[in-house]
């Protein structure tokens, strides 16, 4: 068989592994679009927030979910950019949450951080933890990662960011989560 030909069916392997992949994260992300549950409401729960500080995670209990608190500092907020080609959803375009938090920190208020304390992969509770010169949240089953703002990085196979609850603020130590 020539060199050319062996080449060619290379390079066919190839595109068809390459598009298999683009396939199954395709698929992923659709049948996470279609069985997402709407964005968590209801139930209201009041938390005070104001002994929070930062880079410390406040996890309450809301009616047997795990909502996570926290207070992300000034150099945390300013970290949220840079490196949106790693991230699955930068914009939050294919991911649960309020209109309202739909932006690049993915919250009412830059400097708190409410989300739903599971992984969308298969709903295990990821850590908080320092990784180089930033923290992050690392889904202990599966490795799948995401920044401070709950958006998933590319690596693993969690297919969207972390779900963020209705809540509003209550002045400024308190929010009341299901509430929008
Ligand atoms: Fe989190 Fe699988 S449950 S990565």
Redesign the pocket.
Known sequence: MSRDRIAGIDRRRLYLAGGLCALGVGLGVARYVVTRPQPPAGNPLPVDFGDLVPGKLLTVDWHGRSVWLLRRSADEIAGLAGYESELTDPMSEHSLQPPACRNAHRSLRPELFVAIGQ??????P?ALRSAGNRSEFL??????KFDLAGRVFRM???PANLVIPEYRFDGDSRVVIGEA
């Not at 992984?119 to 295990?124: E, I, S």
């Not at 889904?139 to 799948?144: A, K, N, V, Y």
């Open positions: 992984c969308t992969h298969q709903g295990c990821p889904c202990p089953c599966h490795t799948s693993g196979p969690a």
